[in-house]
């Protein structure tokens, strides 16, 4: 779990494989009145893929690609990507009225990294 200091919300990632309960936790847990868990939303591979252009962009992928890189060169991808998830769960937490926010996403095992790189202090529980 992580604790966002700025306004009290905390982010719990819930993973694993497609099929092995996390639906069914993720359900138990927002029996909790300050637990929201929304369905899947993604959010953390879609920021792992910031940056990254699909090669059928109408615009022109290389020319996409070069200009995303060079600006993207001068910043840190991890701090950006980290406050505009912090901004986004803590608008959602805000708009459902809760204090922590379950992300049931279970292929989110497929970016571990990235989740360390963004949230290196969350919590870990291996079984």
Not at 32 to 42: F, G, L, M, R
Request: proline share 6%; aromatic share 8%.
């Amino acid at each position: 779990m992580s604790q966002d200091a700025n306004r009290g919300a905390t982010v719990c990632f819930l993973l694993g494989l497609p099929r092995s309960g996390t639906t069914l936790l993720a359900h138990l847990l927002q029996q909790h009145p300050e637990i929201t868990a929304p369905p899947e939303p993604w959010l953390m591979l879609a920021l792992e893929a910031f940056g990254r252009v699909d090669h059928r962009h109408p615009a022109g992928t290389s020319l996409i690609e070069t200009a995303t890189s060079e600006f993207l060169g001068r910043i840190d991808r991890a701090a950006v990507s980290r406050a505009f998830a912090d901004a986004a769960y803590g608008a959602y937490l805000s708009s459902a009225g809760k204090r922590i926010i379950v992300d049931k996403t279970p292929r989110y095992w497929m970016v571990l990294d990235y989740l360390d790189l963004l949230y290196p202090e969350s919590l870990t529980q291996n079984s």
